[in-house]
């Protein structure tokens, strides 16, 4: 069965530093993967997915992230984090038998000004 | 309309009593899809609809909770004989054919809370 881990319920990081949050992948077969931001009392919102083609994606809001095959990872990064960049992160893979999106925990990240 | 929108955005209710949440998806898009996320949780998968039909209800937690999606466009979530356990946002995201090539949007939940 597909699923995803986020190690860090929390990332800290101060503004204007680089960020990463962490997520690895189990699947039988090429992964789809995607990354959402949820801010407070808002839906889902749409940041990258990998499909397939370059391992380095670039999303919305200056966000990335790369695929890495060896270690089954899909970590998302941004070379300078912000203040607005502070919401709750979840990584998703998709289920190639019913097209269901399966979510991680969750990582919250605080940008420190 | 531009998003996938959500109706209530709040709902309470009392334990016991019959609930119906909406979800009016993008126009064209034939896939739709029910999450519910508890209070410091990931959406957990309720319902896939493609179409008019469930093409997989492997989420749904027990026979209180049923949704529909009569014309292949806007679909309700019914919960019946609501538990305080049911507490929790309501997801719904919509795609055009498959998720996967296309991507999904999600609206901006609608908050149930069971008293």
């Known amino acids: 069965a597909q699923s995803v881990a986020q190690p860090e319920d929390q990332v800290n990081v101060a503004e204007g530093n680089p960020l990463t949050v962490k997520c690895t992948y189990s699947?039988?077969?090429?992964?789809?993967l995607f990354w959402y931001v949820q801010y407070p009392n808002r839906g889902l919102q749409f940041l990258l997915k990998?499909?397939?083609?370059?391992?380095l994606v670039k999303g919305s809001y200056g966000f990335e992230a790369e695929f890495n095959k060896s270690q089954t990872s899909f970590h998302l990064k941004k070379p300078s984090a912000l203040v607005s960049d502070s919401a709750l992160y979840f990584c998703?893979?998709?289920?190639?038998?019913?097209?269901?999106?399966?979510f991680g925990t969750g990582t919250r990240l605080q940008v420190f000004p | 309309g531009a998003g996938v929108s959500q109706t209530p955005s709040n709902k309470v209710t009392e334990k016991g009593k019959y609930v119906e949440l909406r979800c009016d998806p993008i126009?064209?898009?034939?896939?739709l899809y029910w999450y519910r996320q508890s209070l410091g949780q990931g959406p957990e998968f309720l319902i896939y609809?493609?179409?008019?039909?469930?093409?997989?209800d492997s989420g749904l937690p027990n026979d209180r909770f049923f949704a529909v999606r009569p014309e292949g466009s806007v679909s309700t979530l019914k919960i019946q004989r609501t538990e305080r356990g049911d507490s929790a946002v309501y997801l719904c995201?919509?795609?055009?054919?498959?998720?996967?090539?296309?991507?999904?949007?999600f609206g901006s939940g609608t908050r149930l809370t069971v008293v």
């Open positions: 995201a919509s795609s055009f054919s498959g998720g996967g090539n296309y991507g999904y949007t």
């Open positions: 126009s064209g898009h034939t896939a």
């Open positions: 990998y499909i397939t083609g370059d391992n």
């Open positions: 609809f493609q179409g008019t039909g469930a093409a997989d």
């Open positions: 998703a893979v998709r289920d190639m038998d019913t097209d269901k999106l399966i």
């Open positions: 699947v039988s077969g090429n992964p789809y």
